[in-house]
């Protein structure tokens, strides 16, 4: 006899796609900002590539400190929430 499905939670599934999304976006948008910023100043003072380098890496430390920063006050506000729904008035 087959097992019945697990039954699913839309809007689990979503939140947790939507904070995929937007984790993978505050890694890439600071490295790929200083990529661009990199570029532009390294042209403008005829550096290439040595600033494109700093700036990339200075976003590719930053990026993960700022994702770090939000999944922890994602995480607290969303058990925060969960412990208000569980809560007998």
Do not use: C, H
């Not at 947790?16 to 600071?30: F, H, N, Q, T």
């Not at 990529?35 to 550096?47: I, P, W």
């Not at 380098?53 to 990026?63: E, K």
């Amino acid at each position: 006899m087959p097992s019945p499905k697990p039954s699913i939670n839309w809007a689990e599934a979503i939140w947790v796609l939507l904070m995929g999304a937007r984790g993978g976006l505050m890694i890439a948008l600071p490295v790929l900002a200083g990529l661009a910023l990199g570029f532009l100043l390294d042209n403008r003072f005829g550096t290439l590539p040595l600033i494109s380098l700093i700036l990339t890496a200075i976003g590719g430390i930053v990026g993960p400190i700022i994702l770090y920063r939000w999944v922890v006050s994602a995480v607290k506000q969303r058990m925060e929430t969960k412990q208000n729904e569980e809560k007998p008035e």
